[in-house]
């Protein structure tokens, strides 16, 4: 028999090996993996000042672990350039792979800004946990660090250094924290908080180049002429579902590899979930709604065809110098915010034209009124 074939090892790839193997100890399963294959939560990069962990400690198991836990092989430093929907194989580098069925679990990339300058080589992204080490030593003697993007990746980032004793400067060109996430005056309740430990803010202008300065200190500039040094400069602009390899397959992609609610992409077989996969319109970069996917996607895989469905999906923002939690409303040009606020503790509430509750932003105080408003939340997918 043909294994199942994973392809990746980060969240969406190991919660469906673990939930399959609760259903079928022994149908072999692959698991392909261009990183080493260090099975850790991804959440946990921007918290690792805070939670005092490095790196290494954020890995909670290695790839030989992972194998012999669940009864597993899985190949670490394999970049997947090809698959072959029609002959069900998966081509790697000197050879090729056979499959039962596959799943793509391949996550998103970081979307790198178009920066000019001689030190764009230097400016760091982290979306995995080699990317993590990496920063973590580049910040050893470091005093000051520049971040572009006050997402939520950015933000949490300027939180957990700020924890961690670095001057950080944050570039947000929309104007505010967490623009896409929050209605303003919770963004401003953020950025209060955040301030409070010393962040500082350049609100407004896009940053355009980076280039080497004195005494090994990076220089960003902006578009207004502001000129920011820095030791090291952290990019968090925003991710973008990695769809190549199914594009390539001739497999249907729109923002995600599209899916149907039972994760089946449009070839025969072949699955997707996680930051990869786009299910019935829905893009969710987040790990409740991977999990949801990957215990249906193992029943599937183990042949009771089954369909996900996303309840309430809120987002915990892990910004502690003020705490957020958020269910953005699905259609936010049909309705209006309704906002209470009491210095950082605001409650946004969206409500839809018949008054119906639509979605929340939550921050401060506010955010102990999460399981309340859950319950009046429509479900996300059904
Ligand atoms: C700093 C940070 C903080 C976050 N905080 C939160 C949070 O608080 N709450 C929350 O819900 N979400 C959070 N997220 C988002 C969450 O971590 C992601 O949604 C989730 O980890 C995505 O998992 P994934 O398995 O889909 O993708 P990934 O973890 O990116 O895994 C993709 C895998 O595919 C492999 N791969 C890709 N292409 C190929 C190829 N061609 N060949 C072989 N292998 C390949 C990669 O090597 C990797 O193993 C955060 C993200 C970041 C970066």
């Known amino acids: 028999m043909q294994p199942i074939v994973i ?4 969240l969406a790839g190991f919660n469906t090996v673990k939930e399959f193997r609760k259903l079928d100890k022994e149908t072999p399963i692959v698991v392909i993996t261009s990183d080493d294959g260090r099975n850790y939560s991804k ?6 000042f805070t939670k005092e962990k490095t790196a290494d400690d954020l890995c909670m198991a290695t790839p030989e672990k992972v194998a012999e836990q669940f009864n597993v092989e899985v190949r670490t430093d394999v970049h997947v350039a090809e698959i072959d929907p029609s002959g069900k194989r998966v081509l790697l580098p000197d050879d090729h792979l056979d499959y039962s069925k596959l799943v793509l679990a391949l996550g998103a990339d970081t979307w790198t800004p178009p920066l000019e300058g001689d030190a764009v080589g230097d400016v760091f992204s982290v979306n995995d946990l080699m990317d993590y080490g990496k920063f973590r ?5 470091a005093k000051k660090v520049t971040i572009l993007g006050g997402g939520l990746i950015g933000c949490e980032f300027a939180n957990d250094l700020s924890n961690g004793g670095y001057e950080v400067t944050l570039v947000e060109p929309q104007g505010r924290c967490l623009p896409l996430l929050l209605p303003e005056p919770a963004s401003a309740a953020v950025g209060r908080g ?4 010393g962040v500082t803010f350049q609100f407004g202008p896009l940053a355009q180049a980076v280039n080497h300065g004195d005494n090994n200190q990076l220089v960003t500039e902006l578009s207004d002429g502001t000129r920011i040094e820095s030791d090291v400069v952290l990019s968090a602009i925003g991710l973008r579902p990695r769809i190549a390899l199914a594009k390539e397959a001739g497999l249907a992609i729109n923002r995600g590899i599209i899916t149907d609610k039972t994760l089946q992409t449009s070839a025969e077989d072949i699955y997707a979930l996680g930051d990869c996969a786009e299910v019935q319109g829905h893009v969710l970069p987040y790990v409740l709604p991977l999990m949801a996917s990957a215990r249906a996607l193992a029943k599937t895989l183990a ?11 809120p987002v915990t923002i892990k910004t502690p110098a003020c705490p957020v939690v958020v269910c953005p409303p699905a259609d936010a040009d049909n309705g209006e915010w309704e906002i209470q606020e009491d210095g950082n503790n605001v409650q946004a509430l969206f409500r839809g034209k018949d008054g119906s509750l639509q979605g929340y932003a939550l921050t401060g105080d506010a955010v102990k009124e999460k399981m309340k408003l859950n319950k009046e939340l429509p479900p996300l997918m059904p």
Not at 43 to 48: F, I, T, V
Not at 137 to 141: E, N, P, R, Y
């Open 7 to 10: 392809i990746g090892s980060g």
């Open 43 to 48: 959440p946990m990069l921007s918290a690792g």
């Open 137 to 141: 030593t580049a910040l050893k003697g």
């Open 194 to 197: 955040l301030a409070d430990l």
């Open 303 to 313: 042949g009771e065809t089954t369909a996900v469905s996303y309840g309430v999906m």
